[in-house]
């Protein structure tokens, strides 16, 4: 053999070699049903070309990316998902699902491989929905139609989906197919790809898809959700997702921390208040000690009403810091959540992140100013609140409640009428006495001269006096006394 001819024999060689390897390669790395992602590198009439990274390039029907108008949907450059339908020596066949007229062996061999089918949903029946699949009638059972819960099946009606055919009888008889098998698969792959690039405490982009009474679910990437909690929606405490947020709404969050769950399910948690700042920095620049300003009442509980006076910050008003006229039982006897309300300032604690709040200081003190308003032997009209052994009770200003004692009654030029009030009457009164530092006011009967009174201490004293233990021998105050007077 010369040389040239065993240089042309080396080189034929090295030609059907090269020829095997790119086929062998091509049969190993790929098979029927893989999914496969690449650019398009070309396109010639009917085909497209596609980059799989094989040694032969992937053939795709140009017609499965035209729209409803026939126009191309992709162009070159463009990378798509795609499924390995056959494997040929000179290429590498791809589809999105098998679509179209399709004989029993085909179906059998994508419920082999696992490959996705083009199917309409034609109507519902009894626990799922009547499939078309290459002109054949199947089963999709209602559970296997998507991966959330259905609450309406008609709306899938008409649609056309990818499916994986998970059941293959009776030559071809009797197909059951899932929709939801080829959406987890897809999901799960874009969880891995998604968790691939994120840490915690990245500040990701999310779409807010569901509502609950916990919280709001946003959607991070395709088939990737997690849950902003209520506490993380908002520094302004909301007792529902709905105060905060809505579904469609795109914001911004940062991801807490990813884990499974008992179960193995991926939990993801998020917080979209942790993206905003925190209101507490302004707190000491806003808010100053004895101001008083409106607020909104956020929250009761049984010892007073959190009130929100700048978004995200609240104070409580203590149950006995409502109101100086009348005594407060309940929180809910005087406002309710939503309410807007005047408050006074009284403490701010940044460390403990604590605001002290009044709502009696912030409408006043309506005996701080009573000398002025009701001097002593002014003359005005009263409304009886009660009346009790030892006089009347009138109230004379919002908060301010005088006694007509029994003594000063009896003054009257018609004393019966007195005796015979009820609560709710209008009575003429003068003001008798002032006992400003006590809040105690003794009232008379219109006409009677202002004078001192001193009923309230004999009442005082019979009621200490009742207070005090008695026994056989007569009180302890009195046992004491009798010693003394025996020593004198």
């Known amino acids: 053999m010369t040389g040239s001819e065993d240089s042309r024999q080396n080189g034929t060689m090295e030609n059907f070699e090269e020829m095997l390897e790119a086929y062998t390669g091509a049969d190993k790395a790929l098979s029927v049903g893989d999914k496969v992602s690449g650019p398009i590198i070309g396109m010639s009439g009917d085909n497209l070309f596609v980059d799989v990274g094989a040694k032969i390039d992937g053939l795709a029907d140009r017609a499965e990316f035209l729209n409803d108008e026939g126009e191309l949907t992709v162009a070159e450059g463009d990378t798509v998902e795609l499924y390995v339908t056959a494997v040929k020596a000179d290429a590498i066949l791809l589809s999105k699902a098998i679509s179209g007229p399709a004989g029993a062996a085909v179906l059998e061999e994508a419920f082999n491989a696992k490959l996705p089918v083009e199917g309409k949903v034609l109507a519902t029946r009894k626990g799922g929905f009547d499939v078309e699949v290459s002109k054949r009638r199947v089963f999709c059972p209602v559970s296997q139609i ?3 819960f259905v609450e309406n099946a008609e709306e899938y009606v008409g649609k056309t989906f990818s499916f994986i055919i998970i059941k293959f009888e009776q030559r071809g008889r009797n197909i059951v197919v899932s929709r939801r098998a080829l959406l987890e698969q897809e999901q799960q792959a874009a969880r891995d790809e998604f968790l ?4 915690d405490g990245d500040l990701i982009d999310a779409t807010i898809t569901r509502l609950t009474n916990f919280g709001a679910f946003a959607e991070l990437a395709e088939g990737v959700e997690g849950l902003i909690h209520v506490s993380e929606l908002s520094w302004t405490r909301i007792a529902q997702a709905d105060e905060a947020v809505s579904v469609g709404d795109k914001l911004r969050v940062k991801l807490l921390s990813v884990d499974t769950d008992k179960k193995g399910q991926l939990r993801i948690s998020l917080s979209a208040k942790q993206v905003q700042e925190n209101p ?16 909104k009442v956020v929250r009761l509980t049984p010892f007073g009403a959190f009130v929100e006076v700048l978004p995200g910050i609240d104070g409580l008003v203590h149950i006995s810091e409502m109101s100086y006229t009348k005594r407060i039982h309940k929180p809910e006897d005087v406002v309710a959540v939503g309410d807007t309300v005047s408050v006074k300032i009284k403490s701010i604690d940044l460390s403990s992140r604590r605001i002290s709040l009044s709502m009696r200081d912030a409408e006043g003190d309506p005996w701080a100013d009573v000398e002025e308003r009701f001097p002593a032997g002014s003359e005005i009209e009263g409304t009886v609140e009660s009346s009790s052994d030892f006089g009347l009770f009138i109230n004379i200003a919002p908060g301010i409640t005088g006694l007509m004692p029994k003594s000063m009654m009896a003054k009257a030029d018609k004393a019966a009428n007195l005796d015979a009030v009820n609560s709710g009457d209008k009575v003429e009164v003068t003001v008798s006495q002032l006992r400003t530092a006590e809040r105690k006011i003794t009232l008379a009967p219109k006409g009677v001269a202002a004078s001192e009174d001193n009923s309230w201490k004999a009442h005082r004293k019979t009621q200490t006096a009742k207070a005090e233990p008695q026994n056989s021998f007569g009180s302890l105050g009195s046992l004491l006394q009798d010693a003394l007077n025996k020593k004198k």
Request: hydrophobic share 30%.
């Open 146 to 148: 998507d991966t959330r």
């Open 196 to 199: 691939k690039n994120v840490n």
């Open 280 to 295: 507490w920095t302004r707190v000491e620049a806003d808010l100053t000690a004895g101001e008083v300003r409106d607020g």
